[in-house]
């Protein structure tokens, strides 16, 4: 069955630092991976997706995530936090094939910054 | 542009009492609709996925049913109300094709059980 886990349930950072969130995934075949955040009280927007091709991804607002097959990690990035970094991260797989589309969730890392 | 919308934002009903939260979507035509649970430390929970009027699939049995009557209209029902369903229900839409589809999710709906 497909899962996905996210190991660290809060990770502080201070402004201006790097951020690596971590992600793995079990599927049998080539995933579809997605990274969230979802600011608290808001739904969820997604931040980048993974199909197919170059293994490194860039998203929206700087961050990037590569996938490693052989680690069956999908890690995302960023090289200096903002403070309106803060929010919550949820890293998803998707089984593609004949699946409708239905998104396996981490449970999230709530990220903080620190001023 | 599509865009989705959930109703209403937040919710406080006594154990027991029905429950009816809606989402719609618009700016596109047949869509897969998904009903998500997120409580808290224990993520997002895929609770119903519909493919079309009528189709609609259960992913977790629970006191909760869906409707879709119709294209772009998504319910999510309750006859009694259970302390255990409280949490931020989430409505998604995606382009209906096999395989991987990027999820577009509403605000939200919160549900407290009293």
Known sequence: AQSVT???????????????????????????????????????????KYFSGD????????????FKRSQSSFNLRKPSVHWSDAAEYFCAVSGGGGSQGNLIFGKGTKLSVKP | SQTIHQWPATLVQ??????????????????????????????????FYSIGIDQISSEVPQN?????????????????????????????????????????????SRLTVL
Do not use: M
């Open chain 2, 64 to 108: 909760l049913s869906a409707s879709r009557p119709q294209d772009r209209q998504f319910i999510l029902s309750s006859k009694k109300l259970l302390l255990s369903d409280s949490g931020f229900y989430l409505c998604a839409w995606s382009v209906r094709r096999p395989g991987a589809n990027v999820l577009t999710f509403g605000a939200g």
């Open chain 1, 55 to 66: 293994t490194l991804v860039q998203g929206i607002k700087g961050f990037e995530a590569e």
């Open chain 2, 14 to 47: 006594p154990v027991g009492s029905p429950l009816s939260l809606e989402c719609t979507v618009e700016g596109t035509s047949n869509p897969n609709l998904y009903w998500y649970r997120q409580a808290a430390g224990r993520g997002l929970q895929l609770l």
């Open chain 1, 6 to 48: 996210q190991p660290d349930i809060h990770i502080t950072v201070s402004e201006g630092a790097s951020l690596e969130l971590r992600c793995n995934y079990s599927y049998g075949a080539t995933p579809y991976l997605f990274w969230y955040v979802q600011s608290p009280g808001q739904g969820l927007q997604l931040l980048l």
